[in-house]
């Protein structure tokens, strides 16, 4: 066997192994009580007989998590354990695969192609399918440790495959830095750290409650004389755009722009106006200039005023155009 590379045995046969030792533990001890009881462990309520089983039963799951996965010694069904039973029921579409451990390029292919085969089979909706692939990133960038010495003065989030050459390009996965930005840690920068900051179209991707914590951590971690540049899709312009004309004009700068997310060829028009408010469930609030200002005065930046996408080329020109000012909110915000 070559060094690096390692057969990682199935999930299936892991969670089957899990499932036969806390059962054997149960069953010894169900002969004591037969009174029903109710074990809840993460969410997940499991039936059992006597409450000398229900101790037993969970103590046997304890013992019985896998130390490989990272997993804590007491019961974790969410979402630890969903990610393993998905995982499980996925690999009776996809056989297990040989991965060399230091690079994630192929687990991501894996877990795309297994994403595919669910929807596919009909196992999982597509907003479903989406979601669980985000929360398996979300779940790997959470396991990171981030430890340098030093580090850039110019963070880029939510770089995607727009990754800036000489800024620290951060996302969920595949970038410089990967941080879940939805997580209630703390960023894993120090304070005062960045002199700039450019997130294009990532903030209505997150809930308020989620957004509001990420934006008081980018208070800390920028400078006192920093600038931070957002963009979203503008709420008063898509309205503006759906009164004006049915979203024909947003629809047609949407075709030209990005064909794959526009309307399916003889749909209405109007049906960008959806498309830009859910995206198939990916976005969760869409901001206008006031509700944004709110936000960013809430989090502690004193400074807030509406700008274009031209300003922040003309500010940052090594970034690419998105050419998006036709639904899109840009503002620049400082402490």
């Known amino acids: 066997m070559q060094r690096g590379c390692h057969t990682r045995p199935t999930i299936v046969m892991r969670l089957k192994n899990w499932k036969s030792r806390s059962e054997s533990a149960a069953h010894r001890a169900s002969r004591r009580d037969s009174k029903n009881f109710t074990v809840r462990s993460g969410g997940v309520r499991t039936s059992v007989r006597g409450q000398s089983d229900a101790r037993s039963a969970n103590a046997a799951a304890r013992s019985a998590v896998p130390e ?10 969410e979402p630890a354990w969903l990610v393993r039973i998905l995982h499980a029921a996925a690999s009776e579409v996809y056989p297990p695969v040989r991965r060399v451990s230091s690079s994630n390029t192929r687990a991501l292919e894996v877990e795309t192609q297994m994403k595919t085969g669910l929807v596919d089979r009909g196992l999982l909706s597509r907003r479903t399918a989406d979601g669980l692939k985000l929360d398996f990133a979300r779940l790997r960038a959470r396991q990171h440790r981030h430890r340098r010495d030093a580090w850039p003065e110019l963070l880029h989030l939510g770089a995607s495959r727009r990754q800036v050459s000489g800024w620290l390009n951060v996302d969920v996965a595949d970038s410089d ?11 894993p920068w120090p304070d005062s750290t960045f002199f700039a900051i450019v997130s294009q179209h990532v903030i209505e991707h997150l809930e308020m409650e989620e957004l509001a914590r ?3 951590e980018l208070r800390r971690v920028i400078r006192d004389d920093g600038d931070m540049w957002l963009s979203c899709p503008d709420m008063e312009k898509v309205c503006r755009g759906y009164v004006h004309d049915k979203g024909a004009t947003l629809c047609a700068t949407r075709v030209a722009r990005w064909p794959e997310g526009a309307p399916a060829h003889g ?9 830009i408010f859910h995206q198939w469930g990916q976005h969760r609030n869409l ?14 930046f004193r400074f807030c005023d509406r700008t274009e996408e031209s300003a922040l080329l003309h500010r940052f020109p090594e970034f690419p155009a998105r050419n998006d000012d036709d639904h899109a909110l840009y503002v620049i915000a400082r402490p």
């Not at 830095?177 to 960023?187: E, F, G, K, M």
């Not at 901001?287 to 502690?300: E, H, I, K, P, S």
């Open 68 to 77: 490989s996965y990272g997993a804590s010694r007491q019961v974790t069904w």
């Open 177 to 187: 830095c990967d941080v879940d930005l939805a997580s209630r840690r703390p960023l």
């Open 214 to 216: 990420l934006l008081a």
């Open 267 to 275: 749909t209405p028009p109007q049906q960008i106006v959806n498309l």
């Open 287 to 300: 901001y206008d200039f006031d509700l944004l200002t709110w936000m960013l005065r809430n989090a502690g």
